[in-house]
Each structure stands twice: as C-alpha cells, then as structure tokens.
C-alpha cells in the first residue's frame, strides 16, 4: 500500500472534520427570540416628567434626549413590532438645549468643580430667569416635561408663555390653553410608561423644606387617576412608576458626610454648635433658629439626621466665619420678587434677622439656611408623602391591570447595594457612582439605561413580552475632563 | 542532541486550548489515545503511555519517536442574561502538540524516555465591545511539560514507571477592558511562569493477553508567575491615569493533580477496549488572584473567586486492526466540570461535556501515521445575575454560553 491509498482512506475523516468545523458554530439566538408577547407597541407614548425627557446634568440637552430611557424602550421595542417614536429633540447647532453642567476639574482637596455649558443653547426669547425655547411642532410619542408635577396636569395656560417654557416648547400656539392631561388624552397610545409625580414631593425635598411645597395626597390621588384614565381609554397596555424616595440621591447623601470628614480632619470637635433654621425661608416668615451639634449632620456611616443639599457645598467653607455670602446671594436672586418694604439689603437682613458678623452656622444671629438643611421633620413629611403617593399609583395600576415599576424599592436597594451591571459596579455615589449625573438628582444615560432595563423586565412579566434589554455599559456614566 | 533538537523544533508550535478537557486542562497527548475517547491508564499503545500512565512504557514493545500536533477549532456562542445578540469568538484555532521518544534494550525490561506535552491551555479571544469585556477580552494560557521517564517491568505481567515533569514553559497573556465612567481603557497583563517540577508515577498490570489495568498519578504544579508585564492602554484622561500604574503583577495558577485507573480488554488479537476514569483535584483552584507592584485603581491586588470542585471524567475507546496495516479507532468522552453553578468566568466558559472521537493509523513499517478527529460538546450553560449576586461572583457576566470544539489530529511514529 502507498501513500495516496492511505489519503484515500484518511479523506473522509478529513471531510467529516471540515462539516464540523463549518457545522458546529452553537445557535443561541434561537433560544432568545424577541416577542411582544400580549402588548401592542406600534404607537409607544411616554409621560412624565424631567426623567422621562432625559434631563442630565441640571438641564436638558440633546446627548440626554437620545438617551432618555423612553427613547431606549423604543429602540428595543423595534425587535417586537415597536413603530416610530418622536422625541422633541434639540437640533444640531441648538445640542445643548436648556445649557447643563459640566465637570471642569477638581479642586486641590478632591472636590468637583463643574462649569455651565452657556453655548449652542436652544433658548428663543424670554428671559435670563425664565427662558423661551425653540418650538418643536409636531406630534411628539415623548410627552416628558422637565419639571411638570402632577398637581400641574390640569392647569390651563401650564403650555403658554407664562407656563412650563418645556412644555411651551411641545405645545402648538394654537392650543397654548390645552393642559396637559388633554395633551396625553388626545396621545391614543397602543402602549405607555407613566412616570409622574416625581416633582410633587422633589421641588419641597430639594430646597430643604424651605421653599416649594407637597401635593396633598388627595389631589395627587384624582390626578393620578385621571391621567391614567386617559392613558387607557383606548384598552392601551402599559407600565406604571413609583416615586423614589429622593433622600437616598446624591443631591442628599454627598455634602453631608464631605462636611463632616473635612471638619474632622480640621480637629473641629463633632460636639461643636450647628445652628440653621427650618421653615419658609422669606422675610416676614417666622424661621425658627434649631441649635444643634454637628454630630446632627449624616456623615458617611449614616449617623445623623440632618441631610445637606448639594446646593450647600458653595457655603461649608464658610462655617463659623462672620460671613454674610449667602444672603447676599439669596437677597440677589430673590430681590426681583420683594416687596417695597424691602428695598435694600439692609433692611433684607434685619427683616431676616440676620447678624453677618456673628459666626455663620454656630450662631443664632446668622444661622445656616433652611433651604440647604432637610432636617428629620421635613424628611419625615417627605417619606409620608411618598409613600402615600405610591400607595395611589399602585392602587391604580391594580385596578387597570398595568405594570409596576416599583422605583422606589428599585434605588432604594441601589442606594444600599449599588448595581452590578455585565460585571461594572455601580453605585449611588456623586460623579464616581455611574448613575447619577452633575446635579445629584437626575441619572447619567448609564443610569438611564438601568432604568429601561428595569421597565423591560416588568413589561416581560406584566405582557408575557420577551423585549430584550440593552448592556447599560454601554451608555456612560459622568464625563470626566 | 537528537531530543535537543526535536524538542526546539516543536516548542514554536507549543499552545493548548481549553477546550478538550474540564476546566483548562488539555488531554491531547497521544494521536491514537486522542481517536479512542483519550483512555490510555490501563494500555500500552505506544509511546504517548509517559503522559497517560509511565507504568505502561516498559509493555510497549516498539521504541521509537511519537510526535502528534492538533488543530483545536472551537466555536463558542454567548447571549447576555436579558438580551439577544449572539456573540462569537474572534479567533478559535490553537494547536497543542505532543512528543515522545522512548529507548531501552530491544528484549530488556527497562525503558527510558522524554515526553514533551501541553497538559494544560487555554485561548479565547472575546467578540470586540461584548457585554462581559471587563472580565476578559482576551486569554492566552500556554504550558509546556518535558517528562523525562523510567519504566521498568517487574516481571512480564507488572511494571511501574515515573516520570520527572518539568514545568519547561509556561506563560499568561491576560487582557481585559477597564470600565472608566466615561470610557473604557485596557490592561494587559503578560508573564512567564517560573521553572517547576512534579512528578507522573503509574503501575501497569497486565495478568493475561486479554486484560490489562492500570493506576496514573500525576502531580499538582503551580504556575508562578513573579515578575509578569502590566500595560494600561486607552486611559486617558488626566484624572484616571494617577490611578492605573502598575506595572507588575505576580499571580500563581494551579496546574492541577489527576489520579486515574484504566482497563484495557483485548477479547481478539485485532480489538482493544479502554476504559479510563480521572478523578481532577480541581477544588485546589479557590481564587485567581494578582497582585501589583503598585496601586490599580485603588488596591495593590485583585481576587475572583473560582471554587472549582474535584471532576471525574470518563472515557470509553476501542481500535480494531482491519489489516496488517490499517487500525480504525473510535471511543467517547463525558466530562464533569470543575465549575459550579454561577461560577463561570470567559476564561473557561465551561460545562459538562460529551465528545466522540474517530481515528485511524497506518503504518508503514517503521513509519507510522495515525490522524484523529474529536467532536466536544459543552453543554448549554445559563447563569443568571441573582446567581452571580448570591455567590458574590458579580465580576463576571450573567448570561448563556454554549460552546461546541472540533479537533483534529495528526501523528507520526518512528520505530527504531
């Protein structure tokens, strides 16, 4: 025998390799094909709020836009028969909208500097504190209007020039007194996600209980129900969101415990006075001076009850020096709305009665703002507030038949545990957490993505839907310089 | 010198894939083991027996030159928990080797030989941008034994035979990507594994013409690596570069022990039966961890938990001589993995696994050829991020793997 008898011979192993090779490549997709299940998602809208529109960094622009989680829902929706969706986006040359923050740098001790992004804005008129900007006509499957609470929904005139400029925006001048809810009415969605009433409780939690106020439950609850009326009336399918309670957000969770460290390290002993007020802040209000210690204020083991904004970080450097900085800030941005009475700052800080050569912060003549301070109080009313406004969307959603994204258990378990998504941890941390963007409330398109992540997989329990779900790294956390 | 120069000659090639036994392990020592489902404890079929059971060297008859290369082709598939895009491999081919020479008196009882083989390996190279890219992108795990052996038959139907096993070369080339808020950067970690020994022992029992068993044990050796390469790429950004300069790491892998027994039944002249059951010490295999000469990201080390278990695996082969020339072979392979449920990693995307194997040989006289092809399925295997969650493994991804591996083989033999 020779050589080519014995190739002869070996030739159809050789083949049988070759099939295998070629063969052998394992078909998983089969196993996870996309399918819509019950739900209809031809004509997807989306109503909420800042959230829903993708607002990031303490505005709304168009990188925010394209990543909001409703236009992520959409973009998965299209493997399952999902149609157009319509956002209201800013063009090109108007990209960055409202403006929004970005990070410049950090200070020598580690701390974010950020900067406002002033240029290629979308503004159209109005003014400096109330801008106009450039209409977006149309119909619009993104009906998100930063800012817009549910104890607004049926204000007439909420879309004219004196109303939300978001909202404006969205709102043809020819139906400047429609409200909201007719708005969303007048949708005929096929399939919606509902995310209001975020504002109701965050405007009050934001400015430290000192300004803003809470939705009563009962107006909260008739709202809710009316909208969701509306959303259903056509025997649309949907998903529902809980509130979060907003005390577990950076804006809350970051300055405190910064505070407290830096003192520390200054050998400030933790028994030291802080005094602040609670209460409407405005001359002629009774604000209240609370003595207290900083060993009050909630450092990063979580002892203390005292939460400080973010807004508060300007401010920190100057407790216990004569300083009267934030007054004449505060006397500055409400000068516009004062009465005659006040006509200088002066008599501002007299009505006030604030004495700024007395150490601000440890002393009752000059005591730290209401506004930077949520105390255990104002904290209290919060919670109650939410929990009581959960209590009505979920007592809806039942009564519909609807999804629940519970987002408040959601971040609540992301604030103790972080997230880990496809091996990336990620936490509910200021700027190194991933989630949360410049302003401390609103999430980065990394957190945005989470949250389309976490409405998919109630839509796939709810509908018996399979809508696959999009690898959140994919979508960054906070740009860095 | 004649070793020397084999032994040159074959080391460019030297690589090992993990995709043809459990964990990292690689069994494709022998070219006619490889096309009988890899038994090869309780026989004498050629010189490959230093790998399979040193004991069995001094019942080959023949001395002579075994050198065999293979040609891995793995195809994996990965869908991430939740989504639906299918991922696949970049690159799938490796080729591990293996060579044997064995001399000794033509009717003595002593034989001696060298064995150079791959007994472990590992190389997969992940679809760009995939979801689980901050544990792996990229692996490439080598490692080359030299065995010098001594056999001796006690009397015509017991011999025993040991091994030296050299760790002659071993090295890891590990890349992954580095998730940054803003960005992803890369880091390669390179090394070479310091020189190691252990050692290969087996009895041979052969107490008729038709029955044959044998006992293997070969030992752990772990692959040190001391002074192995760190090289950051992609960050760049002022405020993350302070955080990513290492530049050295150090990182011990277990190369891990195997005990097996075989039978080998041969009810004609022309038919031969193995039968072959291993048990691997994997549960030696704990964590993966590397340490770093300074500061990655806040901490001078990083530790996975792998928690691999001991694994048995079985396998079944049979070779028939249809002429004086031509043997046909065929056999069966399951394979028990060492990785528990919500363990897996990319290095080792593993799971259970079911091969068959065919093979033939030709010889020539002297010469012989013999060609082998395997089939190894590894099972469909689903982990989900509660899993990962629960064993606090969330450095990995959560998702579906399912791999299949095709190799073939070729070997050449040269009696003396």
């Known amino acids: ?481 | 010198m004649k070793f020397k120069s084999l032994l040159l000659a074959g080391s460019a090639l030297l690589t090992g894939t993990a995709a043809s036994a459990g964990g990292y392990q690689v069994t494709l020592a022998g070219q006619k083991n490889n096309g009988m489902g890899g038994v090869g404890v309780g026989l004498s079929l050629d010189q490959a027996a230093m790998f399979y059971n040193p004991g069995a060297l001094a019942m080959v008859k023949e001395r002579g030159v075994h050198i065999g290369a293979n040609g891995t082709f793995a195809r994996n598939s990965f869908v991430a928990a939740g989504g639906n895009q299918q991922r696949e491999l970049r690159n799938t081919v490796t080729t591990p080797i293996g060579l044997f020479a064995a001399f000794g008196p033509s009717e003595g009882k002593f034989r001696a030989g060298i064995g150079v083989y791959t007994p472990f390996g590992s190389k997969l190279q992940y679809a760009d941008g995939w979801e689980g890219r901050t544990s792996l992108t990229d692996i490439d795990l080598k490692s080359v034994f030299v065995q010098p052996t001594l056999s001796y038959a006690i009397t015509d139907q017991l011999s025993v035979g040991a091994g030296l096993v050299i760790l002659a070369h071993g090295s890891v080339n590990l890349q992954r990507d580095i998730p940054l808020p803003d960005s992803f950067g890369h880091v390669e970690l390179d090394g070479k594994a310091e020189t190691k020994l252990g050692f290969n022992a087996g009895v041979f029992f052969k107490p008729s013409d038709k029955l044959s068993i044998g006992i293997n044990y070969r030992s752990k050796i772990d692959a040190e690596v001391k002074d192995g390469d760190v090289t950051f790429s992609g960050i760049n950004s002022p405020v993350f570069q302070p955080r990513f300069q290492a530049t050295k790491f150090a990182a011990t892998l277990p190369l891990i022990a195997t005990t097996s027994i075989g039978f080998g039944v041969m009810p004609t002249e022309n038919l031969t039966i193995g039968f072959d059951a291993s048990l691997a010490n994997w549960s030696a295999y704990k964590t993966l961890r590397f340490d770093f000469d300074q500061q990655v990201n806040g901490s001078t080390f990083s530790e996975s938990r792998r928690e691999y278990q001991d694994a048995l695996t079985f396998r079944l082969g049979g070779q028939y001589k249809l002429t004086s020339g031509l043997t046909v072979r065929a056999g069966g392979v399951y394979d028990e993995s060492p990785v528990k449920d919500g363990f897996v990693t990319p290095e080792t995307p593993d799971n259970d696994r079911l091969s068959g194997t065919l093979g033939a040989s030709y010889s020539f006289g002297k010469f012989g050829v013999d060609i082998s092809g395997q089939y190894i399925g590894i099972k469909k295997r689903t982990q989900t991020q509660d899993d990962l969650i629960n064993n606090g493994t969330t450095d990995r991804i959560a998702g579906t793997y399912k791999t299949n591996v095709v190799v073939a083989g070729l070997g050449l033999n040269y009696s003396f």
């Not at chain 1, 020096?321 to 709305?337: E, I, V």
């Open chain 1, 1 to 481: 025998m020779n050589t080519s008898n014995l190739f002869r011979k070996a030739a159809p192993l050789a083949v049988l390799a070759g099939l295998g090779l070629t063969a052998c490549q394992p078909d998983l997709e089969k196993d996870f094909s996309p399918s819509n299940g019950s739900a209809d998602f031809s004509n997807y809208i989306a109503v909420g709020n800042s959230l829903t529109a993708g607002y990031s960094d303490g505005g709304l622009y168009l990188e925010g836009q394209q990543q909001s989680y409703p236009a992520l829902l959409a973009q998965q929706f299209k493997n399952v028969g999902g149609g157009e969706f319509v956002q209201p986006l800013f063009t090109a040359g108007q990209e960055n909208g409202s403006g929004y923050l970005r990070l410049a740098g950090f200070t020598a001790a580690g701390n974010p500097i950020t900067a406002n992004v002033t240029t290629n804005l979308a503004v159209r008129g109005g003014t400096a504190a109330k801008p106009l900007y450039t209409k977006f006509v149309g119909s619009v499957n993104n009906l998100g209007v930063p800012g817009i609470r549910l104890s607004d929904v049926e204000t007439a005139g909420y879309g004219s020039v004196q109303g939300n400029p978001f909202f404006e925006r969205i709102t043809p001048d020819a139906q400047a007194t429609q409200t909201y809810l007719a708005r969303v009415a007048a949708s005929s969605p096929t399939f919606f996600t509902n995310w209001l009433g975020n504002n109701d409780v965050l405007g009050y939690a934001t400015a430290g209980g000192g300004a803003s106020f809470l939705t009563t439950t009962a107006d909260f609850t008739a709202k809710n129900a009316k909208i969701v009326d509306a959303l259903t009336a056509n025997g649309a399918k949907g998903v529902v969101a809980t509130i979060p309670d907003v005390t577990n957000i950076p804006f809350f969770t970051t300055i405190g415990p910064s505070f407290r460290a830096t003192l520390a390290a200054a050998n400030v002993p933790s028994a030291a006075p802080f005094v602040y007020t609670t209460g409407t802040l405005a001359p002629g209000q009774p604000n209240v001076r609370t003595t207290s210690t900083l060993a009050a204020i909630r450092d990063a083991s979580g002892t203390g009850a005292l939460l400080l904004t973010l807004t508060a970080s300007p401010y920190l450097a100057l407790y216990g020096q004569p300083s009267g900085k934030y007054w004449r800030d505060f006397y500055a941005q409400a000068r516009p709305t004062l009465p005659a009475t006040v006509p200088n700052l002066s008599v501002f800080l007299a009505a006030m009665q604030i004495d700024t050569t007395k150490a601000f912060g440890q002393s009752t003549g000059n005591p730290f703002p209401s506004i930077l301070v949520l105390d255990a109080a104002e904290q209290t009313l919060v919670r109650n507030a939410t929990n009581n406004f959960n209590i009505a969307i979920k007592a809806k959603a039942t009564e519909k038949g609807l999804g629940v994204f519970d987002a408040n258990t959601f971040f609540a378990q992301v604030a103790t545990n972080g997230i880990v998504t496809n091996g990336v941890n990620n936490t509910a941390g200021y700027i190194s957490g991933n989630l949360f963007s410049l302003d401390g409330v609103h999430p980065t398109p990394r957190g945005y993505a989470i949250i389309a992540n976490e409405f998919i997989k109630v839509i796939n329990n709810t509908y018996g839907a399979k809508v696959p779900t999009v690898n959140a790294n994919d979508y960054r956390g906070v740009k860095f310089p």
